[in-house]
């Protein structure tokens, strides 16, 4: 007698008769009054104790992140919490580091704690080789995975996207609307994500005749000192710009810590984007203009997703959310 | 046949025993050998599969924090994993949101899944009524339970304190040494945590026979803008005040940002500090004095208590950590 007789009695999902053993309101009182009849009929009792001896309960769902100490990350992990609780699921978290064999040995932590799915939050999961993503591929013929801004093609792998290439399209095609012909590109990381907004970019020159140019495309640590200190060694070099578009607020922020120190005029003389849309592009003055990545749209899809695959609905396995530019004060735009 | 056996046999602690499986390269070749040739005669395999059954490993430890979009949690998240992992322990993370009925079902959750201890990240675990920490004190006579600066008395609790009341004391001190003598001080919450910091601020103004005024104490949500907004008010409002001491980076920036817009001058008119030496202290130009609240050395003092706890050592029951002002461009000193 489990969670699945009932829900198979009751005619509802596994995902409803959980939100009614967990009180979520989000339930009709007919749908209440019918599954707690059904529960009382075959004698159910939910156990708690059940939790953790993988009698096959749904109660828990896995996420990894790789640093829970980026704050991109840590609002992720926020949001997929909250989803998940407010569907009457629990979670739990393991931040792994960035090696691959942590993050295989967290996997199979998860795994052996019979959770129910496993989410893995950013990009940064997807190695460039697929021999590398095969233990990922190879749990997904349990569970369903889940794919927050990461990308990798399977069976029972849902990935929700932001569209970061659309979004530095946008951003560089409005500076160069605004006047700006020679525009740096500062980024941290070289995921799938990474890697899409790199081709926004490049893709935004190109269609608008402009040459792309490797001495203006530069990696960056993600720390907002690095990121002055970086753009005063261009300066000091003789590089001619007029723009920065970055990968993160951090490096926006590192940017206009450089424009103040070299006296240059934000946006007159030069313009900065960032990225995120974090707490750090109201920090200085002036705030910076972000790309809004839609964090908390990405979570949201992202659990709607996985109540859709325990429903048995017919869920898309890539759903992509598109980006918005907030404009503040370090753009003429 | 199990982890202990081993370790009593090898007379090594079960965390060296763990960390030779894990391959952790902080064992001497003489102990790796030793604990190796026992598990071969006791005919010991490590079995990953015995993990989440209950079956007396110790290899996994349950954090709990309140919120993982916080910076300070984030990072005590970040260094409590690097730090177990390193001493050949897995962790499970839970981020419970401030409700205490959540945070008592996530505290079950991680008993339920056999956790071998529980680490309480960030002050807001315990609450003023006793009766409502009585689960925490249950649950310490199976496990050990470790607090990240937060504070509750019984057996087989541990905490690892910074000393804001200290940090707070000497920050305001040194503000009215510089000539400041209309201290405003924010703060976002009433913790143990918060109410030393206040404490801290209180103690020092009436220990220089200064005047401790509730109109210059004052509240505030957790973000920048709310904070420059506050004090645009106490501004308009005819309050005068040469100096703002704030619980938090966040508030700090705030103030920075009201610096400006009111045209005061940084640190002439207007000294500012913040607390916890975050990265938001480093995004304001001039950049922030702060108080250093040490969270890496907190959660390695943690994870070094917690050993000692598994290795039956007479380890303390508090252990205080003092805090560092760092001293920037906002203040005189």
Chains 1, 2 share one sequence.
Do not use: W
Request: glycine share 6%.
């Amino acid at each position: 007698m489990n969670i699945y007789d009932v829900s198979k009695k009751a005619n509802v999902s596994i995902a409803t008769v959980s939100r009614v053993l967990n009180g979520n309101p989000n339930v009709s009182e007919k749908t209440r009054t019918r599954v707690l009849s059904v529960m009382e009929e075959l004698g159910y009792t939910p156990n708690v104790f059940a939790r953790g001896l993988g009698l096959g309960t749904i109660q828990t769902i896995g996420i990894m992140c790789s640093d829970s100490s980026d704050p991109y990350l840590a609002h992720a992990i926020y949001y997929l919490e909250r989803e998940l609780r407010a569907n009457g699921y629990d979670s739990i978290l393991c931040c792994t580091g960035n090696s691959l064999e942590t993050k295989r040995q967290y996997f199979d932590l998860l795994r052996s704690k019979k959770v129910d799915a496993i989410i893995l939050a950013g990009s940064k999961f997807i190695e460039m080789k697929a021999r590398d993503n095969a233990y990922i591929l190879d749990a997904s013929k349990d569970i369903p995975i889940m794919l927050v801004n990461g990308y990798l093609e399977g069976d029972n792998i849902y990935c929700t996207l932001c569209d970061d290439r659309m979004a530095t399209h946008l951003a560089t095609s409005q500076l160069i609307a605004s006047g700006c012909r020679n525009i740096l590109y500062l980024y941290t990381s070289c995921s799938y994500s990474g890697n899409s907004k790199l081709n926004g970019y490049r893709d935004a020159l190109s269609s608008h005749g402009l040459p792309v140019r490797d001495n203006y495309i530069h990696q960056c640590e993600k720390d907002i000192l690095a990121a002055r200190d970086l753009l005063l060694r261009l300066h000091k070099s003789g590089l001619i710009f007029d723009a920065i578009l970055t990968s993160d607020d951090t490096l926006g922020v590192g940017a206009v810590k450089y424009a103040h120190i070299t006296g240059r005029a934000i946006p007159d003389e030069l313009s900065i984007v960032g990225y995120n849309n974090s707490s750090f592009a109201v920090c200085t003055d002036p705030e910076l203009t972000s790309i809004d990545s839609k964090v908390e749209a990405l979570c949201t899809s992202t659990i709607n997703t996985l109540m859709g695959v325990f429903n048995g609905g017919n869920v898309p396995s890539r759903t992509t959310i598109a980006a918005d530019l907030i404009k503040r004060a370090t753009t003429k735009f």
